[in-house]
């Protein structure tokens, strides 16, 4: 519940709602300014921006999705920097047709996503526009703040969980058809990821981000952040179960669909060579780690399947 008095206007009587349906995942709202919790360690802070037509249309999303997905994908920058939540902000803009039940709505699945990684909805904004959009700034503290610059010639090149959920959703929305309620779910509920990055970076992890530009785009990105090589080898790639049918719909192998696909929000991380840990991890934490290539001393990345090279583009969040 808002611990501030708010005056009269619509505004904050849409607050007063949203501050109501939030319970405990909501801090002291109502201020102008919010005031982040102090944490061990550097403060590091992220914000990401969801807009409808871009990253979500409104028919394939109930409200509650879309604002969990948007702060989901926010605090997936902060699980790669390894860093423990401290709490959010969310600048929300609704076109006139929104009611104020659907912006309630909104909130709770943002409330739901800040409830999961540990942390609360510290304040924001509400605006009126032609879309929906949904920015939302993260703050978290790290005692020692990972980033995409570190790997060296000799890690191994490893990845969390499973890709290509959310592409198969989005393939199935595309052609009109309903995804399996797998695949949906991978793409309006991603997972949280904060355990078991902070437990890569206490185990040796040497540069490690999330995968939300595909595989092939963020591959690209570590690589030049690190100045180093990247060979990964496709076939080796852990896929989500929703792949299959979606890559044979489209005549494309199941690997290259998901390494393709983008907003799995998983962790891309290298590792030292002598790693043996993938076990240990999926102990501690619950998620697979699987080993999928290797950093060189040359520049730029090359993917492989069965020993071919293949290009694999970066993802466009352009729907």
Excluded: N
């Amino acid at each position: 519940m808002t611990s501030v008095a708010l005056g009269g206007s619509r505004e904050f009587d849409s607050i007063r709602a949203i501050a109501d349906a939030l319970g405990d995942a909501a801090g002291r709202l109502g201020d102008d300014t919010a005031a982040v919790p102090q944490g061990e360690g550097t403060l590091v802070v992220s914000t990401d921006v969801s807009v409808e037509g871009v990253h979500f249309r409104r028919g394939w999303l109930t409200p509650a999705d879309i604002g969990f997905r948007a702060t989901a994908s926010a605090l997936s920058d902060l699980a790669a920097a390894a860093c423990v939540p401290a709490g959010i902000t969310a600048a929300v803009v609704v076109p006139s047709e929104f009611t104020e039940a659907q912006l309630v709505e909104l909130m709770q699945g943002v409330g739901s996503a800040a409830r999961m990684a540990g942390c609360r909805v510290l304040g924001g904004d509400l605006s009126g526009g032609t879309v929906v959009s949904v920015a939302v700034t993260v703050f978290g503290h790290s005692v020692r703040p990972m980033s995409r610059v570190g790997a060296v010639a000799g890690d191994g090149i490893w990845v969390t969980g499973v890709l290509g959920g959310a592409r198969a959703a989005l393939r199935a929305w595309l052609d009109g058809r309903e995804p399996v309620p797998d695949a949906r779910e991978a793409f309006a509920h991603p997972p949280a990821r904060h355990a078991v990055a902070r437990w890569l970076a206490a185990h040796g992890a040497t540069a490690q981000m999330d995968i939300s530009d595909g595989l092939g785009g963020d591959a690209q990105h570590l690589a030049a952040a690190s100045d180093v090589g990247l060979r990964i080898e496709l076939e080796r790639l852990p896929v989500h179960p929703a792949v299959g049918a979606e890559a044979g719909r489209l005549k494309q192998d199941p690997a290259l669909f998901a390494a393709v696909g983008g907003e799995d929000y998983e962790v891309l991380v290298t590792l030292p060579r002598d790693f043996a840990g993938a076990e240990a991890c999926l102990e501690a934490t619950g998620v697979p780690l699987t080993r999928i290539g290797a950093v060189r001393r040359d520049a730029g990345v090359v993917c492989t399947l069965m020993g071919a090279v293949v290009p694999v583009p970066g993802f466009e969040h352009r729907l």
